[in-house]
């Protein structure tokens, strides 16, 4: 069994700002993990997915995150926000093997301040 | 390619009524993810299915609630005798099969129960 925590469920970031979401996981076994961005009444868009190799993993819209195994962290960071990632971002978590569902954490709402 | 398409995006039940919810995963795809998003809470899963199968239904509740992914046509939540808590917002996700990461998510529907 899995569990993901992230444990800011608010971030308010002024425009062209560094941010980092913060995601925790805890797993008996290696997991692959992801990032996942949530806009308002939308479905969820996958941002970035760790499944081996480079610990740093890029994604879409300029978001990266760094997998971190011995803190058992796979936070999420972008080096300038704009008022379009004012979104709900979700990190989830799936074992590495057999079964395919994904356990999510609560979600971090972000909002850029013009 | 279309995406995920869940039908219908938003569906209000009186209490004591049945709800039915849709999902036609994209072109290719033969497993089918539901979640459930509570208010404030973050996305958890509910049931895994493949064409003809359940493969997992360890997040169904054990009353009420039932999936089914037929040969042809869409997959089906079926929600018996709604009740106030039942109202979330309810997440179908596709991917091609096992081998493959990530999931792909519908827009979803918001259930609302009177």
């Known amino acids: 069994a899995q569990s993901v925590t992230q444990l800011d469920s608010q971030v308010p970031v002024f425009e062209e700002a560094p941010v980092e979401l913060r995601c925790n996981y805890s797993?008996?076994?290696?997991?692959?993990l992801f990032w996942y961005v949530q806009y308002p009444n939308q479905g969820l868009q996958l941002l970035l997915k760790y499944l081996s190799g480079s610990t740093l993993v890029k994604g879409i819209n300029g978001f990266e995150a760094e997998f971190n195994k011995s803190q058992t962290s796979f936070h999420l960071r972008k080096p300038s926000v704009h008022i379009s990632d004012t979104a709900e971002y979700f990190c989830a978590a799936r074992n590495n093997f057999g079964n395919e569902k994904l356990t999510f954490g609560t979600g971090t709402r972000l909002t850029i301040i013009p | 390619n279309a995406g995920v398409m869940q039908n219908p995006r938003h569906l209000v039940r009186r209490r004591g009524q049945e709800a039915r919810l849709r999902c036609s995963p994209m072109?290719?795809?033969?497993?089918v993810y539901w979640y459930r998003q509570l208010p404030e809470e973050g996305l958890k899963f509910m049931v895994y299915l493949q064409k003809e199968n359940i493969i997992d239904e360890s997040g169904m509740p054990k009353e009420r609630f039932s999936a089914e992914f037929p040969k042809e046509g869409p997959s089906i939540l079926r929600i018996q005798q709604v009740v106030r808590g039942d109202s979330a917002a309810y997440f179908c996700?596709?991917?091609?099969?096992?081998?493959?990461?990530?999931?792909?998510f519908g827009p979803g529907t918001r259930l609302t129960v009177t």
């Open positions: 072109k290719g795809h033969s497993h």
């Open positions: 996700a596709s991917s091609p099969g096992k081998t493959y990461y990530e999931q792909y």
């Open positions: 797993s008996s076994v290696s997991v692959y």
